[in-house]
């Protein structure tokens, strides 16, 4: 945890605009399933700070593409946890919720922790998967 809350504290630097001239970026791709009937599944090119977290990019790309937003909320435990893309939230109720996946080599892994401590890796493919618990 230490490690995340250094990326952190550079993360915070690399918002203000500084950090993420100097350290250049690196793109993936990030793909958003709502798994809502007649719905299709989203596909975005994103970008992160090299060694950047996940939340860094995903807050570049909705200030920058129109057609993405998220919104999140602070945990004092696990950082950020997402609570809506694009304007569907998860839900205690429902029992639903965004959950982080990557794809790899390997096929589809779940990320073991979240979006403000997940560095994503040049060209890979981060998907946002709406799902229940
Ligand atoms: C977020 O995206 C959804 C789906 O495109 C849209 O309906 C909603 O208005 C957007 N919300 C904001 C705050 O931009
Ligand atoms: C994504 O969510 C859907 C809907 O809950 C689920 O069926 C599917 O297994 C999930 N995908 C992965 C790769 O876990």
Redesign the pocket.
């Known amino acids: 945890m230490v490690s995340c809350a250094l990326l952190w504290s550079l993360l915070v630097i690399s918002l203000s605009g500084t950090l993420a001239q100097n350290a250049g970026q690196l793109s993936f791709d990030l793909e958003v399933?709502d798994?809502q009937p007649n719905s299709n599944l989203k596909m975005y090119h994103a970008h992160a700070a090299f060694r950047g977290v996940l939340f860094g990019a995903l807050t570049r790309l909705a200030n920058s593409n129109p057609d993405f937003n998220f919104t999140s909320s602070e945990h004092i435990d696990y950082g950020a946890y997402l609570e809506s893309v694009n304007g569907l939230f998860g839900s205690f109720q429902d029992h639903t919720y965004w959950?982080l996946?990557v794809q790899t080599a390997n096929g589809?892994i779940?990320s073991s922790v979240g979006i403000s401590c997940y560095i994503p890796q040049a060209n890979e493919v981060v998907?946002l998967?709406?799902?229940?618990w």
Do not use: D, G, H, K
């Open positions: 399933r798994n959950e996946l589809i779940r998907i998967n709406f799902t229940t």
